[in-house]
Protein backbone atom coordinates (compact mmCIF):
# COMPACT_ATOMS: atom_id res chain seq x y z
CA UNK A 1 0.00 0.00 0.00
CA UNK A 2 1.13 3.45 -1.21
CA UNK A 3 -1.54 6.05 -0.17
CA UNK A 4 -3.84 6.03 2.96
CA UNK A 5 -6.67 8.61 4.15
CA UNK A 6 -9.20 8.74 6.78
CA UNK A 7 -13.22 9.79 5.71
CA UNK A 8 -13.57 13.88 6.29
CA UNK A 9 -16.43 12.31 8.49
CA UNK A 10 -16.06 9.36 9.38
CA UNK A 11 -13.04 7.97 11.24
CA UNK A 12 -14.18 4.71 10.71
CA UNK A 13 -13.73 4.34 7.27
CA UNK A 14 -9.77 4.50 5.36
CA UNK A 15 -9.20 4.93 1.60
CA UNK A 16 -5.81 2.94 0.01
CA UNK A 17 -4.49 2.75 -2.96
CA UNK A 18 -1.26 1.49 -4.43
CA UNK A 19 -1.43 -1.84 -3.57
CA UNK A 20 0.44 -3.13 -7.08
CA UNK A 21 -2.89 -3.71 -8.46
CA UNK A 22 -5.93 -1.40 -10.58
CA UNK A 23 -7.95 -1.29 -7.25
CA UNK A 24 -8.73 1.29 -4.54
CA UNK A 25 -10.29 0.42 -1.28
CA UNK A 26 -12.21 1.93 1.23
CA UNK A 27 -11.85 -0.57 4.84
CA UNK A 28 -13.90 -0.18 7.79
CA UNK A 29 -11.36 -0.06 10.16
CA UNK A 30 -13.72 -1.16 12.98
CA UNK A 31 -14.71 -4.71 11.05
CA UNK A 32 -11.25 -4.83 9.83
CA UNK A 33 -12.91 -5.42 6.25
CA UNK A 34 -12.98 -3.93 2.76
CA UNK A 35 -16.89 -2.17 2.31
CA UNK A 36 -15.89 -1.06 -1.30
CA UNK A 37 -13.43 -1.36 -3.95
CA UNK A 38 -12.99 0.87 -7.13
CA UNK A 39 -11.47 -1.33 -9.69
CA UNK A 40 -9.54 1.04 -12.36
CA UNK A 41 -9.37 -1.34 -15.95
CA UNK A 42 -6.29 0.23 -17.08
CA UNK A 43 -2.74 0.52 -14.82
CA UNK A 44 -1.79 0.40 -11.30
CA UNK A 45 -3.58 2.95 -9.01
CA UNK A 46 -0.53 5.49 -7.81
CA UNK A 47 -2.51 7.53 -5.60
CA UNK A 48 -6.15 8.27 -4.52
CA UNK A 49 -8.32 10.90 -2.32
CA UNK A 50 -11.85 11.70 -0.93
CA UNK A 51 -13.55 14.47 -1.74
CA UNK A 52 -14.46 17.31 0.75
CA UNK A 53 -17.93 15.68 1.71
CA UNK A 54 -16.61 12.24 1.49
CA UNK A 55 -19.33 11.21 -1.27
CA UNK A 56 -17.12 11.21 -3.61
CA UNK A 57 -12.93 9.62 -4.49
CA UNK A 58 -10.88 10.75 -7.50
CA UNK A 59 -7.52 8.26 -7.91
CA UNK A 60 -4.40 8.61 -10.44
CA UNK A 61 -3.58 5.96 -12.62
CA UNK A 62 -0.83 4.61 -14.53
CA UNK A 63 -2.59 4.09 -17.48
CA UNK A 64 -2.36 7.84 -18.41
CA UNK A 65 -5.81 8.55 -16.80
CA UNK A 66 -7.34 10.14 -13.40
CA UNK A 67 -10.76 8.93 -12.49
CA UNK A 68 -14.38 10.15 -10.40
CA UNK A 69 -16.03 7.50 -8.22
CA UNK A 70 -19.14 7.21 -6.25
CA UNK A 71 -17.64 6.34 -2.74
CA UNK A 72 -20.91 4.33 -1.78
CA UNK A 73 -21.70 2.77 -5.04
CA UNK A 74 -18.04 2.19 -6.43
CA UNK A 75 -19.71 3.24 -10.12
CA UNK A 76 -16.97 5.80 -11.82
CA UNK A 77 -18.62 9.06 -12.90
CA UNK A 78 -15.64 10.48 -14.77
CA UNK A 79 -12.55 10.20 -16.40
CA UNK A 80 -9.79 12.10 -17.47
CA UNK A 81 -6.86 11.45 -19.88
CA UNK A 82 -3.29 13.03 -19.25
CA UNK A 83 -0.09 12.93 -21.29
CA UNK A 84 1.87 10.12 -19.20
CA UNK A 85 1.47 8.35 -15.92
CA UNK A 86 -0.88 10.07 -13.32
CA UNK A 87 1.14 9.92 -10.51
CA UNK A 88 -1.00 12.25 -8.19
CA UNK A 89 -4.20 13.93 -7.94
CA UNK A 90 -6.03 16.08 -5.83
CA UNK A 91 -9.55 18.14 -5.32
CA UNK A 92 -9.54 21.71 -5.18
CA UNK A 93 -10.41 23.01 -1.51
CA UNK A 94 -14.39 24.21 -3.12
CA UNK A 95 -15.01 20.48 -4.64
CA UNK A 96 -15.14 22.01 -7.95
CA UNK A 97 -11.83 21.62 -9.67
CA UNK A 98 -9.37 18.22 -10.19
CA UNK A 99 -5.83 19.00 -10.65
CA UNK A 100 -3.40 16.30 -11.50
CA UNK A 101 0.04 15.52 -12.63
CA UNK A 102 1.00 13.15 -15.35
CA UNK A 103 4.66 13.10 -16.55
CA UNK A 104 5.98 16.25 -16.73
CA UNK A 105 2.72 17.91 -16.77
CA UNK A 106 -0.26 19.66 -14.61
CA UNK A 107 -3.87 19.86 -15.81
CA UNK A 108 -6.79 21.52 -14.08
CA UNK A 109 -10.04 20.42 -14.58
CA UNK A 110 -13.55 21.29 -13.74
CA UNK A 111 -15.49 18.67 -11.99
CA UNK A 112 -19.08 19.08 -13.36
CA UNK A 113 -18.54 19.01 -16.82
CA UNK A 114 -14.87 17.36 -17.37
CA UNK A 115 -13.74 20.41 -19.27
CA UNK A 116 -9.56 21.44 -19.03
CA UNK A 117 -9.11 24.90 -17.12
CA UNK A 118 -5.77 24.71 -17.85
CA UNK A 119 -2.99 22.46 -19.16
CA UNK A 120 1.14 22.62 -18.04
CA UNK A 121 2.92 20.55 -20.42
CA UNK A 122 5.99 21.36 -19.01
CA UNK A 123 5.19 22.52 -15.37
CA UNK A 124 9.04 20.57 -14.37
CA UNK A 125 12.05 18.60 -16.57
CA UNK A 126 11.29 15.60 -14.75
CA UNK A 127 8.40 13.45 -14.10
CA UNK A 128 5.71 15.56 -11.25
CA UNK A 129 5.44 13.19 -8.55
CA UNK A 130 2.50 15.12 -6.28
CA UNK A 131 1.10 18.03 -5.84
CA UNK A 132 -1.03 20.64 -3.15
CA UNK A 133 -3.66 23.27 -3.70
CA UNK A 134 -3.40 26.25 -1.52
CA UNK A 135 -6.05 26.63 1.15
CA UNK A 136 -7.99 29.05 -1.20
CA UNK A 137 -7.68 27.09 -4.77
CA UNK A 138 -5.66 29.71 -6.10
CA UNK A 139 -1.78 28.45 -6.44
CA UNK A 140 -1.05 24.58 -6.84
CA UNK A 141 2.63 23.46 -5.73
CA UNK A 142 4.04 20.25 -7.07
CA UNK A 143 7.41 18.24 -6.48
CA UNK A 144 9.28 16.36 -9.26
CA UNK A 145 11.56 13.81 -9.24
Keep these: MI ?3 FHPKD ?4 LTSGWGDKRARIWDVNREIVIQKFHHPGGVLNHSEWSRDGSLVVTASSDR ?4 W ?3 T ?3 LQSFSGPGQVRSVRWSPD ?3 IAFAAGHSLTICRFEDGEIEHHIGSAHNKNILRLCWSP ?3 RIITTCS
Design 70 to 72: NAE
Design 95 to 97: GAR
Design 136 to 138: DGT
Design 74 to 76: GDM
Design 3 to 5: RAS
Design 65 to 68: SAAV
Design 11 to 14: SNRV
